[in-house]
Structure formats: structure tokens, C-alpha cells
Nanobody, 117 residues
Framework: VQLQASGGGLVQAGGSLRLSCAAS????????MGWYRQSPGNQRELVAT???????RYADSVKGRFTISRDYNKNTVYLQMNSLKHEDTAVYYC????????????WGQGTQVTVSS
């Protein structure tokens, strides 16, 4: 199983970025996929997830600003991030669950998002 994340970078506050994560291996429509992030000194936290049934969950801090979507044909999950704030600065990790499970056990390498204030 491999998760390849891309799309991070440096952006000014108020700007937008789109993250992508392409999955390979046993990750398919039976797996949940989503995004977590971790900033220095903090634990990894949920940003947005999409279950195998399409149920979406967002962290309160990103509701209304971030949108998660998924292309099942491409086995790719996206995170559209708008109205970025300095506190969104973190390493963003793409994660996925084992098929028919809800536990995220597969992780990508992380992509840095830096929002300048």
C-alpha cells in the first residue's frame, strides 16, 4: 500500500491550496481516506475524513473553509483549502483505513503547508 501526497507549499493568509493523495495497493472504495495534520509540539489531529460510505467529517476549525473530495476512479482523495490561516500551518498527512475497517493504519509521507500571516 502506498499513499502519495502532493500540493503543499507556502501561501499567504487568505489564500488557497489543494492537496492530493493518490493511493495504490489494496486501498480502494472499501477504505476510508482522509487528511490529518501535525504542527510542531502538537499531536496529529484530524482535518477531514471520508468514510467508505461517503460520510464526511471535518474538524471544527476547518468547517466552511476546507472541502474533502474523492475520485474513486483515480483512487485519489483531495483537500481543497480556502481562506487559509496562519494556524493551518502544519505537515498534512494523507491516511487510509484497511478495507472494511475504520482504523487508519496507512499513512503518506506528509506534505508541508505554510501559511504566512
Amino acid at each position: 500500500v502506498q499513499l502519495q501526497a502532493s500540493g503543499g507549499g507556502l501561501v499567504q493568509a487568505g489564500g488557497s491550496l489543494r492537496l492530493s493523495c493518490a493511493a495504490s495497493g489494496s486501498i480502494g472504495s472499501a477504505s476510508g481516506m482522509g487528511w490529518y495534520r501535525q504542527s510542531p509540539g502538537n499531536q496529529r489531529e484530524l482535518v477531514a475524513t471520508m468514510s467508505r460510505g461517503g460520510t464526511i467529517r471535518y474538524a471544527d476549525s476547518v468547517k466552511g473553509r476546507f472541502t474533502i473530495s474523492r475520485d474513486y476512479n483515480k483512487n485519489t482523495v483531495y483537500l481543497q483549502m480556502n481562506s487559509l490561516k496562519h494556524e493551518d500551518t502544519a505537515v498534512y498527512y494523507c491516511g487510509a483505513s484497511r478495507p472494511w475497517s475504520t482504523d487508519y493504519i496507512y499513512w503518506g509521507q506528509g506534505t508541508q503547508v505554510t501559511v504566512s500571516s
